[in-house]
């Protein structure tokens, strides 16, 4: 799967707890991105990376929060989960202006 | 980024070519045409790009027209395996980078 290692696979955690996701990837590619999938969604941008420390917002950023302190990893962040951010996580890794490659994602149950 | 629309769904037979159409009349000079397929609940495969001219690989064919507002993703013998929801995404070089999926077509390869 193109080095790239999301973890966990599967979480179930309460409301109000912080959660943390983890991207990995061992291609050394500039760009990262964590996206949601919801049924009747499709698959929403929240927020990507496009080098180390260098992060911005996607479509549906509010409530999360991204790191990237170096270039294999790309942390999301759930300061106080709730019951909406129920759903399968994506992580894609690509390099400028070539395919972007994708995790097997995560899900996450917060009840 | 341009809007793409495809429909919602489409049936083939196995073994016949499955050719799933894409419009993308805002497109610009510098998009890309990408398409990416989701099998189940696995992450986003991509498949085939371009910018103006047909792209072929060991997947499948990519045809754009002339004008650029559309393309035709062609499956050359589609089996049991390709079923799957089919996204066409029209991604910029512009910082970022992101793909911006829309609802795609889930093609049902029928025995």
């Known amino acids: 799967d193109a080095g790239i290692t999301q973890s966990p696979r599967h979480k179930v955690t309460e409301t109000g707890t912080p959660v943390t996701l983890r991207c990995h990837q061992t291609e050394n590619h500039r760009y990262m991105y964590w996206y949601r999938q919801d049924p009747g969604h499709g698959l929403r941008l929240i927020h990507y990376?496009?080098?180390?420390?260098?992060?911005d917002k996607g479509e549906v950023s509010d409530g999360y929060s991204v790191s990237r302190s170096k270039t294999e990893d790309f942390l999301l962040t759930l300061e106080s989960a709730t019951s909406s951010q129920t759903s399968v996580y994506f992580c894609?890794?690509?390099?400028?202006?070539?395919?972007?490659?994708f995790g097997q994602g995560t899900r996450l149950t917060v009840v | 980024d341009a809007k793409t629309t495809q429909p919602t769904s489409m049936d083939c037979a196995e073994g016949r070519a499955a050719n799933l159409p894409c419009n993308h009349s805002?497109?610009?000079?510098?998009?890309?045409v990408y398409w990416y397929r989701q099998i189940h609940s696995q992450g986003p495969q991509y498949i085939i790009h371009g910018l103006k001219n047909n792209e072929t690989n060991e997947m499948a064919s990519l045809i754009i027209t002339e004008d650029r507002k559309s393309s035709t993703l062609i499956l050359p013998h589609a089996t049991l395996r390709d079923t799957a929801v089919y996204y066409c995404i029209v991604r910029s070089n512009n910082a970022g980078n992101m793909l911006t999926f829309g609802g795609g077509t889930r093609l049902m390869v029928k025995p």
């Open positions: 894609a890794i690509s390099k400028q202006n070539t395919e972007a490659f």
């Open positions: 990376s496009y080098g180390v420390k260098d992060t």
């Open positions: 805002t497109i610009s000079g510098n998009e890309y």
